[in-house]
């Protein structure tokens, strides 16, 4: 899979601005502040229909402007298509692929893509939000029927924490409370058996890439972790559905004394060990690194795997956090696919890869070479 080129109009520091780009390995370049990131959050969108940097769309729309717009050319499967998304605040985002609409969760298989930015080397020393939000992510490029089911849990999450949050001041609320306790609990069930499936793939990939990738020193292994009544979130999904109700009314007074949901797929976390021991707790921040990137490559593995096709690949001003013996590794497993790397400075990284350097200053492409 690659984006071949990409227009953006109006989008964060971009007034006007075409990039095309290799497809191999291409290296961005500039000062702090230029639009490096915003150039990654655009090509990001494509596949996953929503920014990795903000929550509000209305945030991506270049001040002094109305709208902004992405329009690119991608291929995958050995087919190019046209894909357009265009923001506009107050109004609901327009997804178009081959001139044809589209829904955020539609997007999946059009072209998909694996981000690891500074942040996600806190994968392993943050809380359980971080990695919840690694499985969401993944699973819903993959997984349309995740993407949307993940929408609605979000949505009736909301409602059941609003009622939770103010049914002392309005009673009446309470008469609505179980209605969406039932349907938070359906949702988790499906979210539940999506996520046990992808954290076993992932579990299995990671181990394998941060055995090599530690010289064989250390061993990890990730679990999921799911509602406490769930035995097994392998079974059946209304097998799975009875254990959350069962967690559910066991914690129904817990939840109205206070106040917030304690039942459901929210909860979740990945579990994180190094021989055998929470990588969260014992280990160095050197061993936490290398586990953060094993697993991230190891999410490009399993994208490999169920679509025939290497996912683009975007690397967000990570290596410049990295020493030379974890840069060396990233840069030896990138090849086969597209990737984008962010830089201040590419420090060789272009000699040693042979990509395609694009220099950006103040939203503009100033300056390119192969």
Known sequence: MKVLRISLNGWRNYEREVFEFSPQTNVIRGRNAQGKTNLLEAVYMLAAGRSFRSRFDRELVGFGYSSAEILADVESG??????????????????SVNAVKKTASELAGTITAVLFCP????????GAAV???????????????????????????????????????????????????????RLSARLIRYRSSFASRLADS????????????????????????????????????????????????????????LTGAHRDDLLIDINGRSARTFASQGQKRTA?????LAEREIYLDDT???????????????????????????????????????????????????????????????
Do not use: M, W
Not at 144 to 149: I, K, L, R, S, V
Not at 153 to 161: A, F, G, I, M, P
Not at 210 to 232: A, C, E, I, P, Q
């Open 78 to 95: 050995g087919r190019e298509q046209t894909v357009k998304i265009v923001l506009t605040p107050g109004r609901r985002k327009q997804i």
């Open 119 to 126: 942040e996600d080397l806190a994968l392993v020393r943050e």
């Open 131 to 185: 990695r919840r939000r690694l499985l969401d992510n993944a699973i819903s490029q993959l997984r349309p029927g995740y993407a949307a089911a993940l929408t609605e849990y979000n949505r009736v999450l909301e409602q059941k924490s609003a009622i939770l949050r103010d049914y002392r001041e309005k009673p009446s609320l309470l008469y609505t409370l179980d209605d969406f306790s039932e349907r938070l609990c």
């Open 206 to 261: 990671a181990a394998q890439i941060h055995l090599k990738f530690s010289g064989g020193r250390d061993s990890l292994s990730l679990s999921y972790k799911t509602v406490s009544t769930v035995s097994n979130p392998f079974a059946g999904e209304r097998e799975i559905y009875y254990a959350v109700c069962e967690h559910q009314e066991a914690h129904r007074r817990a939840e109205l004394e206070s106040g917030q949901c």
């Open 292 to 296: 953060a990137l094993s697993v991230k």
């Open 308 to 370: 025939g096709e290497y996912p683009v690949l975007l690397l967000d001003d990570v290596l410049s956090e990295l020493d030379a013996e974890r840069q060396e590794f990233v840069l030896n497993r990138i090849g086969g696919g597209q990737t984008l790397i962010t830089c201040c400075e590419d420090d060789g990284i272009a000699a040693r890869t042979g990509a395609r350097v694009i220099t950006v200053d103040g939203g503009r492409a100033v300056g390119r070479c192969t």
